[in-house]
């Protein structure tokens, strides 16, 4: 039977089993926080579903609590940031705060952070520039058990790599992009496998590399002890983005690609992020951006809806929907996955409600 709970009490019982994993007051409150945005926003795959993996990497030593990003270099319009596995959520605000104040600045700013544990949901940071009046282009990779398979491959041989473009639209809500570069993100396998459905055809392969439609090939070890695979979105197209994204968010940032056997033991998930940071006014171009980007997306509204849609969305649509929805409703969570909660909890000698 799922549990539905308001987000101030899913906030303070996910800080109180991070802060007994190790992290301090502020930390704890701060990736709580982040986890159940996630879930306000619609993505529970990035929400508290990740608390039980957050804890098994704190407790192996994957994920080292209460660490700031290191700065390498900094000339001002570039800066080389090193997350040292602590949490994503806390290094990737680090990161985003220098970025954002140099790209103020300069204009602009080229930022890389390597080795940031799992940094959730990209589109929090893309929120955080265009909130700034700022362009932000993130390019992100995955070290982890790789569960993409390359276009053409029969197995996982890279991670979900998300892309997230985030643009300000004076008058109008924001333009925010973000989407793992497989056909759906692998957390949403996770909570699929955890409700018992099956996802749709074109998806999955499974561990020998055949069409599948059971999210559980990509979340628990088969019969051979192998897993199955994701898909790229886009066939060819999507995958060359996800490469793009290993390239750039693990290779130029120094984080590092994957390129190694499998040790599905690991919990932690490493995270590297080249990030793009623009001033459309240092640009010189705030007015005519300001103008054509709105006269852009009031044409593509104004057009006739298609059957089966209310109206024509806009990238951050959906997400904000969701959140006016789901801070009145509460936020849903199935058993398995809160059983998983209180099994992390326990750990740590922390009792969640069963």
Known sequence: MQKTLQ???????????????????????SVAANLVQANLSGHDSHGVGMLPRYVDAVLEGGLKPNTAAR????????????GQRG?????????????????????????TLANA?????????????????????????????PVVAPFGGADGRFGTNPCCIGIPLKGQTDF???????????????VAHNQGQRVAPGTLIDELGQP????????????????????????????GLAVACELLGGALTGSGTWHRPTDPSVRAVVNGMLTILIDPLKLGTQAAFEQEALAFVNWLQAGPV??????????????RAYRAQRETEGIRIDAQTWQEMVAAGRKVGVTLPA
Not at 7 to 29: D, N
Not at 97 to 104: H, N, P, S, T
Not at 176 to 186: C, E, G, H, M, Y
């Open 7 to 29: 987000a101030p009490e899913l906030r303070a019982q996910v800080a109180a089993v991070l802060t007994a994993a190790g992290s301090a007051p502020g930390e704890a409150a």
């Open 176 to 190: 925010i992009l973000d989407f793992a570069t497989s056909r759906v993100a692998q957390g949403k396998m996770r």
């Open 71 to 82: 700065v390498v270099l900094d000339t001002g319009t570039l800066l080389t940031l090193d």
């Open 87 to 111: 949490y994503g959520q806390i290094v990737g605000q680090q990161a985003m705060a220098l970025g954002m104040a140099r790209a103020k600045t300069h204009g602009s700013c080229i930022m």
């Open 117 to 145: 544990h799992h940094l959730g949901r990209i589109g929090h940071f893309a929120e955080m520039a265009v909130a700034q009046g700022l362009v932000a282009l993130h390019f992100v990779n995955v070290l982890s058990r």
């Open 306 to 319: 298609a059957d089966g849609f209310d109206a024509v969305q806009l990238a951050g649509d959906p997400e």
């Open 212 to 239: 599948s439609t059971d999210p559980g090939v990509v979340v628990v070890p088969q019969s051979n002890g192998l897993f199955g695979a994701l898909l790229a979105f886009g066939e060819h197209k999507g995958y």
